[in-house]
Structures are given as structure tokens and as C-alpha cells.
């Protein structure tokens, strides 16, 4: 109720504030002669403006729909194929987790259209579950996260944009349907089916899909067990043109996926039980924005948000001695419930922006067993308020600055609160000798508290929440020079980070080794949720250069992290980050515009990468060996008829490598020695896949 209240008070007061803008008298508007007069300064605000803009997200990768169409996407893996610092781990659509620069997504902002999906449901399975078909855009900013929607952000942040109608249609039309099918040799099918209208002040959208994987082969021939899923998709979007420069958006997205996979969907072992898996997820934003034309005019943007995660896993027989005793029945509702509200001020050579958050997260499994220690469930608040400014001195220089304070309120499934804050402030340089370079420096000092965790552990007693959690901090600090002609391109960045009191779930508990006393009851308590001791570094690299010319165009890239933790590199964790090789990406594409037709060729090499790895669940040190592999892609489009008939063609792993991904778990289990653990678990890729697609736009 408390949360209801505090998002119902915030929407009366944008909309108050969107009535006084509407009632803005005529006497205050520029007459035609003010503006006449006012047209050379205002192009030159302008300009100062959009470079503001332009360089604001320095360091940001940004994916369009276009991209992800043409390499018909339907796994995080085809999605973020093109950038050598986003690897992917798992293998199947569900147990997919994104690694950037060697750090987990949990450590980043996530949101779909604005509403977080902020949650760690289970620990072998990813965070990011959207059909990419329904994307317009994405946007990955490394380092220093949106400041709209960055609260509990350590690493950096991930906005996700779906479709609306208009990005259907054609200019002129009013409406449209399209048709779509594929068909994928290893092994399955896609059928999408999209209606849509636009009028001057409103346009409409309904998007539905299907996407079948009926279990697919890996580079030996292999029949990969738990690799089939099915995934039913939905998207709803309305937009309401309300006067001149507001807008209103309501969306919905909904994705359903079923899968049949033993307990740990990333994992490929045929002696394991295999459970029944089904997934939800649901978001729902509700979106205003007024821009501020005119120089120094407010400018607002607010959204009302709601996400529901769920997890339902039912064994389909008697669990075997191979399973682990963390194995059993899950009815998991991970839950978001936000308000954020932004204010923003454009002036000819300075921007502000500046707003309030509120996220509650509410998480509970319904098939645990509540007892006087464990409650099975877990709440969390966060409170906070941002600001940011850009100031462009001259025309070379450009100057950020931004911070947030956050409030962090958890209530663990053990009854402990713990309070929890701090600010999360960052600065960065940008000097621009020509228009087309640029070097920038940046620092940040980034700060998530204490917030409910892997929802798989709320039916584990021996798992207990250390007291008194202190908050996470992070210190980034980043170079990037980025070179943009007019046929050549060049962009190189280092980076180091320094992550304390990191909060680790899964960390064996010392201390409770034997029974204790609980209340008359008596457990054994094997693991603790608490602080790690020592700060954990990593250091990086990335860079690519490349070349576009009447209609060819090549890129090559390469990326390289290392996450060190008492001076060695990290054993792969389930929420933290993961080790991988010096990875290589080669990039060719030839554009035949007079036909419509588009050939492109991705190649990625990983290294071997051997080493002394630490494991911070049984603080030790072992020795981990993770193969490299080369694979490669052909893409071939073809869009005739005005735009509207598309047919694709991917051949995906041309070669037919067998490989496991380097990101990956090498290990079954967080408590399994390093010394018993084997990579071959890991549920391996998929091998050769032919994909073609066809669709018509009516």
C-alpha cells in the first residue's frame, strides 16, 4: 500500500505539472518575428545540442532491430554475436546469462521499455528473457549506468526498447498486418503474425510469436538432452499523442517459455533427472514524455512499471542419486513494482536532468515449506533521486557529471532488515579535437545495498542471511578515443574496476559446520549469503577498427578481461562473472542496394585460455582449462518489393564446431570441489543451423 501510494502521489504531480505547460499563454510563445531573428543562434544551440547528445553515451553499445532481423536472432547469443565484450553463456534460450567485460548481467540495470528486471530467479538459468524479435532497440552502456533507471547498477546498464507501429509502416500508411515463418535445420520453426494501425495522434500494435526449438545437434552429432523449448511471445503496445510534444505510452510484453531439461537447465548430464520447466515473464510500462522544444524548456519523462518473473519446475520422475540435494519442486514469483520520474532542461551549451525513483521487489517460493528460521520469502525497497549535467565550454570539450543516492530497504526470508545507502557519483572528460575524434576519461563510484537474491535459495535452510549486510561499492575508471570518418572507423578503450563487499549467495559457511539449536529445532547449515572479505579487480580491453565503401564494409575487433580476486583470475560463479579468452571478431558485409540484397560474414575466434583460477564459495585455488573455437556465420537478405517481402537466409556455425561456451559453468555446483568438476557437463552448443525466413508485410 505504502508503494501505491508513493507511485499514485508522483503520478498527481506530473500531471499537474503537464496542466501548466499545456496552459502556457500564447503571450509567452515566440512570435515569427522572434523566431526570424532568433535563427542563426538557434542553429547553433542546436548543433551544440545534439553534440551533447552524441557523445553522452560514449561508451555504448547500441543494436537496432535492422541488426537483429538480419541474423534471424532468437538467442542472447545471436543478439549480441557483433561485439567481442558481451560473451554468452549456456546454450539453450533459457539458461542463457550475458557476460560483459567478464561481469555477470545481475550486476547491471536491466529494463524493458523502462520497467527493471531486476532479479536473480535461479542461478542456472539468465536474467534477460525477451523474444528479440519484439526489440526496436538495445542499448548497452558499460561502466556508468542510465541515470533514469540505474539504481543498484554496479557495472553499467541494459535498455531494452520494443517495437511500436509506426516502426512497421511505411510513411503514408494507416495500418498493415505482416505474416512471417521460418524454419531452422537444427532443429525448429518460427511463426510471427503482427496487426497494426497509425492515425495522427495514435498508433497501435499487436505482435504474437512462436519460436519452437525442438532440441538441437551439436558439432558431433549429438542429440544435446534438455536443448528443445518453446516459446510463445507476446507484445501490446499504444501510443496517445496528447498536444503539441506529449505523448503517453502503454506496453505490454509477455513471454511463455516450456522446456523439458534436467533441474539445471545449463547443464547437459543424461543421469540427471528432468524436470518440466516453465517460465513466464510479464511486463507491463506505462510512459509519459513532454519534450521541451525551445532552449531551457522543461522537458518530462515518467513511467509506471510492473514485472513478474515466474519459475515453475516439477520433476517428471523420481529424482536419482546423481542429483544434487538442492534438487526438488520450485514455484518461484519474482516481482518488480516501480515509479521513475525525470525532469530535463536542454540549454544552448549546458543539460540537466534530474528525478525521483521508487522499485519494490517482492519474491516467494511458493513450493518451500515456511518454518520459524526460513519464511521462504523476501521483500526489498529502493528510494532514490538523481542528477546530471552536461556543460560544453567550447566546441573541443564536453564535461559530465551525475550522481544518485539510493535507499535500500531488505527484508531477508530469514526476518533480518537490513538498511542499507549511499550515493553513486561519476565524471567524465571528453575532448574532441576534430568532429570525428574524440578521447573521454571517465570515473565512477557505484553503489547497490542489499537486496533480495537467488530466489532458489528460499527453500534451503542450511542457507542462512548473514546480519548486518553492508552495501556494495564499485570503482570505475575508463579510457576510450573513438575515431569516425567518413569511410574509416577506429575505437579503442581500457578500463580498471575495483568491486567491494561484494555480496556472495552461495558462500560456504565456516562457522555453522555441525548442528546448532534453533528454536527447540535442529539444522545443519552449509552456506551463508554475506560479504566477501577481500575487494575483487578487473582490468580490460577492447577495440575494433574497420571500413565501409560503396557498399563493402569490414570490421575487425577484439576484447580481453580479467577478473582477479586475491591476485588470481576468477573460477567461474553463478552470479558474479566468468573468465574467457582473448576473443577476436571479423566482420564482412557487401550491400548490393540496386537489388536489395545484403551479404554478410561473422567469423569469432576464442582462445585457449589455461589458469590458476580461485573459487570464492570454497576459497581455493585450482587449475581450470577451457578449449577455443572458431565460429562463423553467413547471413544473406533479400528485401524486394518496396520494402515489404523479406527473405532471409542464416547459416550459423557454417563449420559445424563442436564447442562449450568459455562462459559456460565449468563447475556443477558451487560447493563441488574444482577437482571433481568437468566442463563436459556444460550443456555444448549448437552445431551447423541453416535458418530461413520469409515474411510479407500487407
Not at 505504502?2 to 504531480?13: N, S
Not at 565501409?548 to 577484439?558: H, L, Q
Amino acid at each position: 500500500m505504502k508503494a501505491m501510494k508513493f507511485c499514485l502521489i508522483w503520478i498527481v504531480l506530473f500531471g499537474v505539472m503537464y496542466a501548466q505547460i499545456d496552459s502556457e499563454p500564447e503571450s509567452k510563445k515566440l512570435d515569427s518575428t522572434d523566431m526570424d531573428e532568433k535563427t542563426l543562434p538557434a542553429v547553433r544551440a542546436q548543433a551544440k545540442r545534439e553534440r551533447l547528445r552524441e557523445h553522452e553515451y560514449a561508451n555504448t553499445t547500441t543494436l537496432t532491430a535492422q541488426s537483429l532481423q538480419e541474423r534471424q536472432a532468437t538467442s542472447l547469443r545471436d543478439v549480441f554475436a557483433l561485439d567481442p565484450s558481451i560473451s554468452v553463456g549456456g546454450a539453450n534460450t533459457t539458461s542463457q546469462k550475458v557476460y560483459i567485460r567478464g561481469l555477470e548481467d545481475r550486476l547491471y540495470s536491466v529494463s524493458i521499455d523502462n520497467a527493471s528486471q531486476y532479479g536473480n530467479i535461479f542461478h542456472h538459468q539468465g536474467n534477460i528473457t525477451i523474444d528479440p524479435l519484439m526489440l526496436k532497440q538495445i542499448s548497452v552502456q558499460k561502466g556508468v549506468p542510465s541515470v533514469y533507471n540505474g539504481a543498484g547498477a554496479l557495472a553499467g546498464s541494459i535498455s531494452m526498447q520494443t517495437k511500436d507501429a509506426r516502426d512497421f509502416l511505411a510513411t503514408g500508411e494507416k495500418y498493415g498486418a505482416l505474416l512471417g515463418l521460418g524454419g531452422y535445420s537444427n532443429l525448429g520453426y518460427r511463426v510471427n503474425l503482427a496487426g497494426f494501425f497509425a492515425t495522427t495522434k495514435t498508433d497501435a500494435l499487436l505482435y504474437v510469436n512462436q519460436t519452437n526449438i525442438l532440441g538441437f545437434y551439436d558439432g558431433n552429432g549429438n542429440k544435446v538432452t534438455g536443448s528443445s523449448s518453446n516459446n510463445k511471445s507476446m507484445l501490446f503496445k499504444i501510443n496517445q499523442n496528447l498536444g503539441r510534444n506529449n505523448k503517453l505510452t502503454l506496453s505490454y510484453s509477455g513471454l511463455n517459455e516450456t522446456s523439458t531439461a534436467p533441474f539445471a537447465t545449463n547443464l547437459a548430464d543424461r543421469m540427471l533427472t528432468l524436470f518440466a520447466h516453465r517460465n513466464w515473464n510479464h511486463t507491463a510500462s506505462l510512459g509519459f514524455e513532454h519534450i521541451g522544444e525551445q532552449v531551457g524548456a522543461l522537458g518530462i519523462k515518467s513511467n509506471l512499471y510492473f514485472n513478474q518473473r515466474s519459475l515453475n519446475l516439477t520433476p517428471l520422475s523420481s529424482l536419482s542419486s546423481s542429483d544434487h540435494s538442492e534438487v526438488n519442486s520450485k514455484d518461484i514469483a519474482f516481482s518488480n513494482v516501480g515509479y521513475n520520474l525525470g525532469f530535463s532542461n536542454q540549454f544552448d551549451f549546458f543539460g540537466l536532468e534530474y528525478g525521483l525513483n521508487y522499485q519494490g521487489i517482492f519474491v516467494a517460493d511458493k513450493a518451500a515449506i515456511p518454518n520459524s528460521i526460513n519464511k521462504a520469502r523476501e521483500s526489498g525497497h529502493i528510494y532514490g533521486g538523481f542528477i546530471k549535467t552536461d556543460f560544453m565550454p567550447s566546441t573541443h570539450w564536453i564535461l559530465s557529471a551525475q550522481s544518485r543516492y539510493d535507499v535500500f530497504s531488505y527484508m531477508d526470508k530469514n526476518a533480518n532488515h537490513h538498511l542499507t545507502n549511499g550515493f553513486s557519483p561519476s565524471i567524465s572528460t571528453t575532448y574532441l579535437p576534430l568532429d570525428s575524434l574524440s578521447f573521454r576519461l571517465s570515473y565512477s563510484y557505484l553503489t547497490r545495498g542489499a537486496l533480495p537474491g537467488d530466489a532458489t535459495l528460499l527453500g534451503e535452510d542450511e542457507v542462512l542471511i548473514q546480519q548486518n549486510l553492508k552495501p556494495e561499492h564499485i570503482h570505475n575508471v575508463e579510457f576510450n578515443t573513438d575515431f569516425s570518418g567518413k569511410i574509416f572507423c577506429a575505437r579503442f578503450a581500457v578500463y580498471y574496476s575495483r568491486l567491494e563487499n561484494f555480496i556472495n549467495s552461495y558462500a560456504h559457511d565456516h562457522s555453522h559446520d555441525g548442528n546448532h539449536n534453533h528454536e527447540g529445532e535442529t539444522h545443519t547449515h552449509s552456506g551463508v549469503r554475506s560479504n566477501m572479505s577481500s575487494p575483487m579487480d578487473i582490468f580490460g580491453y577492447e577495440g575494433g577498427t574497420g571500413a565501409d565503401y560503396k557498399g563493402f564494409g569490414v570490421y575487425a575487433s577484439i576484447a580481453r578481461s580479467f577478473p582477479t580476486y586475491k591476485g588470481y583470475l576468477l573460477q567461474d560463479t553463478w552470479e558474479l562473472g566468468a573468465v574467457s579468452g582473448t576473443i577476436y571478431n571479423l566482420s564482412l558485409h557487401y550491400e548490393i542496394e540496386r537489388f536489395a540484397l545484403k551479404f554478410t560474414w561473422l567469423s569469432q575466434f576464442t582462445q585457449r585460455i589455461r589458469y590458476e583460477g580461485y573459487d570464492i564459495y570454497n576459497d581455493e585455488i585450482g587449475f581450470v582449462d577451457k578449449a577455443g573455437y572458431s565460429i562463423h556465420n553467413l547471413y544473406i537478405n533479400w528485401e524486394p518489393l518496396n520494402r515489404r517481402l523479406n527473405m532471409r537466409l542464416s547459416i550459423n556455425n557454417i563449420f559445424n564446431t563442436f564447442y562449450i561456451a568459455q562462459t559456460s559453468p565449468f563447475k556443477n555446483e558451487a560447493t563441488m570441489r574444482l577437482s571433481d568438476a568437468t566442463v563436459r557437463s556444460a550443456m555444448p552448443n549448437p552445431g551447423i543451423d541453416a535458418r530461413f525466413e520469409v515474411s510479407y508485410r500487407f
